[in-house]
């Protein structure tokens, strides 16, 4: 959808942190990235098939260990800002089930290409009592300067869950955001709803390619 989304797909290791499970609700925002990050990385590093940019353990991997653990209908809600209260019900479940799969696109791309890169973890600011927090992280790579990697998470009733990820300094959310919008203004909720839809047909018939659009 933009040229920013790219760079999502690029720098793989965006989509490390998100595995934030329930059973760990009581560990902290800073101490679940980093465990789970290295998680991810491991597998990335050591599944064969994944290596080999087997398709369908890739999408395993990404519905086992990140999918239970973003708050989906929050980020669809973020991301809609204004027009989510116009929507329906209805098209609410749709809207958040096609960002759903357009993400799920995005996540596995980044996961095939993981290689070398390590994390950096930076100090979180945060209290006991806050519910909103930022992971900050800066990804390192054998060549060329670290990029800044941070998360946005809230925490519910299931514990701590990703609801948006910062790379670059730009917000997916707020990326994300201004398409929505646009599309939006030419077709109404069910102009955008269709317009994920076409595009996640074309993910899914041709999987490795990326999941955003300039």
């Known amino acids: 959808m933009t040229t920013l989304l790219k760079r999502l797909v690029a720098y793989p290791v965006a989509v490390i942190a998100l595995q934030l499970g329930t059973a760990w609700a009581q560990e902290a925002p800073d101490a679940l990235v980093k465990r789970v990050s290295e998680e991810i990385l491991a597998i990335a590093k050591t599944d064969k098939q994944v290596q080999a940019g087997n398709q369908e353990r890739i999408m395993e991997v990404v ?84 990029i800044q990697l941070n998360y946005r998470l809230e925490k519910g009733p299931n514990g701590w869950k990703i609801v948006d990820v910062n790379i670059l300094g730009a917000w997916l959310v707020q990326t994300y955001r201004n398409s929505f919008a646009a599309e939006i203004q030419k077709g109404g909720i069910d102009g955008l709803i269709k317009a994920l839809n076409e595009r996640n047909k074309q993910l899914s018939a041709d999987p490795a390619k990326p999941a955003a659009k300039s």
């Open 63 to 146: 519905r086992a260990k990140i999918l239970p653990h973003i708050n989906f209908q929050r980020m669809t809600q973020l991301t809609a800002g204004r027009y989510w209260r116009e929507a329906t019900p209805e098209q609410q479940q749709a809207l958040t089930n096609e960002f759903r799969t357009l993400l799920v696109y995005t996540y596995a791309g980044a996961v095939a290409q993981i290689r070398n890169q390590t994390l950096e973890f930076k100090p979180m600011r945060a209290t006991p009592d806050d519910t909103e927090v930022e992971v900050r992280t800066a990804v390192i790579q054998s060549r060329g300067d670290p």
